[in-house]
């Protein structure tokens, strides 16, 4: 029953968490960064949108490159939109994902939108 009740739990932060996140991250970049800020200073709510965001990123990283295009291209932006703030291991996962989707997409569109991310992540200075 405790067990239950834990779960329980950790799925309505992982919701909440995901739910603000959505939310924030169509703002404006000064007014995202000065969020992002907030809650790494909060950082329960923080270890559980990076715990969260790794798993899957793994998973997108891992499944076939076409499908749900969408969704990685948003986890992309989201990570380039401010690589300084993710740990390493998320840094390098989403250059993986990135570097698979550039291997098997043909849309030029989505190339190029792709390599912006990239160079986005590689110009913020941070040091793999």
Known sequence: MLN?????????RSYKCR???KVFSKLPDDVWKTILEFICKNN????????FLFKKMILFTWS????????????INFVSRSPL???K?????CLELCKRL?????EKIKLCYINSCVERIVSSLYIL
């Open 64 to 75: 076939i490159p076409k499908t749900n295009l969408e969704s990685k291209l948003k986890i």
């Open 19 to 21: 739910k603000s996140v």
């Open 89 to 93: 291991k998320i840094i390098e996962q």
């Open 4 to 12: 239950t009740i834990v779960k329980v739990q950790s799925g309505w």
């Open 102 to 106: 550039l291997k098997f997409i043909t």
């Open 44 to 51: 329960e709510k923080f270890l559980v949108m990076e715990r």
């Open 85 to 87: 703030y993710f740990e």
